[in-house]
C-alpha cells in the first residue's frame, strides 16, 4: 500500500458507519501543502508572567524536533517547552508552543528551516497537552474516484448529519502500527525492554486506544453506533461531561439531535465502567485480551492510567467540500483529540479502494478478529 494511502489505513477489522456508501477514494498528503492544520486556542493569553508563547508554523518538522530546534536557539531544555498537542511532519501545521525563558526571543528562533515564528506573547503558566479547542483543516484529496456532486453531497450530508466513527488515528500507533503490541507487553509486565517514563505513557496508550478502536469496532457492527443503549455512559458534546443512561428512549432524541453520543472505555483505574449491554461488551474485550480492571493499577511508579470514556461519535464541523480540477478541497474543524486521518478515512475508505479490502475483510470475520 502507498505510504499516502496508508496514512488513513486503521485495518480491516474496524468497520464503516457508512458501509453501505461508495468509496470516495483518493490520497492524502502528496505534499505538506495538501494537508494544513492550524490550532484553535482554548484560552486568550494575559500578556504577562514568566512564559513566552509562540504561535509557529512549521513544515517538514515534527513538533518535538521543532521544540528541539527551539531549545537549542534559545539555550533551554526542551523540557521548558509546553503544548497543546502533537502535530505530523508531514503537513503545514500552525500550533502554540510555551516556554518558560525570561528574555526576548533570540533571532536564531527565527533562522530555524521549515519553521516560522508568527507571534510572541506571554502567560503565567505552562500550555499543557490538550489545552486547545481543537484544530482547523484544509485538506486536499487527489485523485478521488468519485468526483459526481451529487453522490458527494450525499456522502457529506450524511456525515454531517450521523457523524462518523471517533477511532483513534493510525499516527497514534506509532510509524510501524505496532505501538500498542508493546504497550500492552509493558502492562502485563512480558517484555525486558527498558523505555524512558514519557515513552513508556505513550506506548500504554496506544494500547488503551487500541482497546477503544476494538470497542468501537464491536458497537458499529451491533447497530449500536448512533443508538443509545440503557446503561451506557453518554457524553454530552457542549462540555464533555459524562452521565450514565438510566432509560436509552429518554435519551435518544438528544442522541439523533446531536447533543450527546454514546462513549467507549479508556480503560483505566478511575474509569467509569458502562453497565448493560455496553458494559458487557467492555467486559468481554478485557477478557479477551486477559486483562482485569485491577491491571491499570500500579504498573509503574509516577505513571497514573486512570482512564476517561471517549465519545464514540464525532463531526467535522464547518464543513466546506469543493471539486478542484481532478482534486477535492476540503475545510473543516475537529474538537480536540479528534483525528482527522479518522474522518478522511470514512470518505476515502482506504481498505475497500485498495482493491482487496472485500477479501480481507472476509478473512477478518472468519477469524474472529481481535
Keep these: 500500500m502507498d505510504r499516502a494511502r496508508s496514512e488513513l489505513f486503521l485495518g480491516f477489522e474496524l468497520p464503516y458507519a457508512t458501509d453501505d456508501c461508495a468509496p470516495v477514494g483518493g490520497t492524502i498528503k502528496g505534499s505538506s501543502e495538501d494537508f494544513v492544520v492550524e490550532e484553535v486556542p482554548l ?3 494575559c500578556g504577562e508572567g514568566e ?6 508554523t512549521k513544515r517538514g518538522l515534527a513538533t518535538l524536533e521543532a521544540i528541539e530546534r527551539l531549545a537549542r536557539a534559545i539555550g533551554t531544555p526542551a523540557a521548558a ?4 498537542g502533537l502535530k505530523d511532519k508531514r503537513a503545514v501545521a500552525t500550533q502554540i508552543l510555551s516556554v518558560r525563558h525570561a528574555g526576548e526571543l533570540p533571532a536564531a528562533a527565527r533562522e530555524i528551516p521549515g519553521l516560522t515564528v508568527n507571534w510572541t506573547a506571554r502567560h503565567r503558566h505552562k500550555l499543557r497537552a490538550a489545552q486547545l479547542r481543537g484544530n482547523k483543516f484544509t485538506v486536499v484529496l487527489r485523485a478521488p474516484a468519485v468526483r459526481d456532486r451529487a453522490f458527494l453531497e450525499e456522502v457529506f450530508g450524511r456525515l454531517e448529519r450521523k457523524g462518523f466513527p471517533n477511532y483513534v488515528g493510525p499516527q497514534r500507533f506509532g510509524n510501524r502500527f505496532d505501538g500498542h503490541v508493546t504497550g500492552r507487553a509493558l502492562l502485563l509486565r512480558t517484555t525486558r525492554e527498558r523505555f524512558p517514563r514519557a515513552t513508556r505513557r505513550l506506548l500504554i496508550s496506544a494500547y488503551q486506544s487500541h482497546l477503544f478502536n476494538l470497542a468501537l469496532a464491536r458497537r458499529i457492527r451491533e447497530g449500536g453506533f448512533g443508538a443509545l443503549w440503557d446503561g451506557d455512559i453518554a457524553m454530552k458534546h457542549a462540555n464533555g461531561a459524562c452521565f450514565r443512561v438510566e432509560r436509552a428512549a429518554a435519551e435518544q432524541e438528544r442522541s439523533d439531535r446531536f447533543e450527546i453520543s454514546p462513549t467507549g472505555p479508556i480503560f483505566g483505574a478511575k474509569m467509569l465502567a458502562a453497565s448493560g449491554r455496553e458494559g458487557a461488551n467492555e467486559a468481554t474485550i478485557l477478557a479477551a485480551e486477559g486483562l482485569v480492571p485491577e491491571t491499570f493499577k500500579g504498573v ?5 492510567l486512570d482512564g476517561a470514556r471517549r465519545s464514540f461519535r464525532s463531526r467535522a464541523e464547518n464543513l466546506v467540500w469543493e471539486p478542484a480540477g481532478d482534486a477535492l478541497r ?7 483529540g479528534v483525528y482527522a486521518t479518522t474522518f478522511l478515512r470514512e470518505v476515502v475508505k482506504p481498505e475497500r479502494a485498495s482493491g482487496d479490502g472485500a477479501a480481507a475483510a472476509e478473512a477478518s ?4 478478529g481481535d
Excluded at 509503574?300 to 497514573?304: I, K, S, Y
Excluded at 476540503?330 to 480536540?336: D, G, H, I, T, W
Aim: hydrophobic letters at 50%; aromatic letters at 24%.
Design 43 to 45: 484560552f486568550p493569553l
Design 51 to 56: 512564559h513566552l508563547y509562540l504561535s509557529i
Design 81 to 84: 517547552f509546553g503544548y497543546a
Design 300 to 304: 509503574f511508579p509516577g505513571l497514573a
Design 330 to 336: 476540503l475545510e473543516f474543524f475537529l474538537p480536540k
Design 365 to 368: 470475520d472468519a477469524g474472529g
